[in-house]
Antibody, heavy 117, light 113 residues
Framework: EVQLVESGGGLVQPGGSLRLCCAV?????????INWVRQAPGKGLEWVAN????????NYVDSLRGRFTVSRDNAKNSLCLQMNSLRAEDTAVYYC??????????WGRGALVTVSS | DIVMTQSPDFLAVSLGERATINCKSS????????????LAWFQQKAGQPPKLLIT???TRESGVPDRFSGSGSGTDFTLTISSLQAEDVAVYYC?????????FGPGTKVDIK
């Protein structure tokens, strides 16, 4: 059974940092692109970043580049998202998702990140 | 960036009737190298992660009921639910994966009339 499990969410103050990680099981991790997609409360889906199968290439939405960094560890079947200088508008459920190419076939349940003082 | 738009924002359809959702991209997402449209459709039910329904604009994922179909090419796409069931109440999103950044449409909420 395919499972993606996000961890590391929680409450953080504006300007703070948080590291989310996604643990994957049930498929051959190094054959899939892995993505982060977020959803602010009551809003739509926003793609954040992804990492190539072998970790050689990462892509980011321009508005978050420089504050958010993706790192992939194929030995541990995990993908992490380092989020710095967090703002209230970064409050969202963060999903990790994987698939062949850029199609996101498998999704985690999401991790809630709340940025508030 | 490729901007994805959807219409309508909200759709109420009687059980057993057809629901049609439109999606438009700000530039063509048809690849000239493989003649494929890099478009997906997702269904998201309340409190759940999205579910991939359709890839390549018209290829249904395994296990997706055949009442769901996708069509279109270039910049204009459609998701059709041929006979709406109660379990289809959800928000539907289109997504382009032709170029980075990947972008989603704003979503269409489908409910029962």
């Amino acid at each position: 059974e395919v499972q993606l499990v996000e961890s590391g969410g929680g409450l953080v103050q504006p300007g703070g940092s948080l590291r989310l990680c996604c643990a994957v099981s049930g498929f051959t991790f190094d054959t899939y692109w892995i993505n982060w997609v977020r959803q602010a409360p009551g809003k739509g889906l926003e793609w954040v970043a992804n990492a190539r199968e072998d970790g050689s290439n990462n892509n980011y939405v321009d508005s978050l580049r420089g504050r958010f960094t993706v790192s992939r560890d194929n030995a541990k079947n995990s993908l992490c998202l380092q989020m710095n200088s967090l703002r209230a508008e970064d409050t969202a459920v963060y999903y990790c998702g994987g698939g062949i190419g850029w199609y996101i076939r498998y999704w985690g349940r999401g991790a809630l990140v709340t940025v508030s003082s | 960036d490729i901007v994805m738009t959807q219409s309508p924002d909200f759709l109420a359809v009687s059980l057993g009737e057809r629901a049609t959702i439109n999606c438009k991209s700000s530039q063509s997402i048809l690849s000239s190298s493989n003649n494929r449209n890099y478009l997906a459709w997702f269904q998201q039910k309340a409190g759940q992660p999205p579910k991939l329904l359709i890839t390549w604009a018209s290829t249904r994922e395994s296990g997706v009921p055949d009442r769901f179909s996708g069509s279109g090419s270039g910049t204009d796409f459609t998701l059709t639910i041929s006979s709406l069931q109660a379990e289809d109440v959800a928000v539907y999103y289109c997504q382009q994966c032709y170029s980075s950044p990947i972008t989603f449409g704003p979503g269409t909420k489908v409910d029962i009339k």
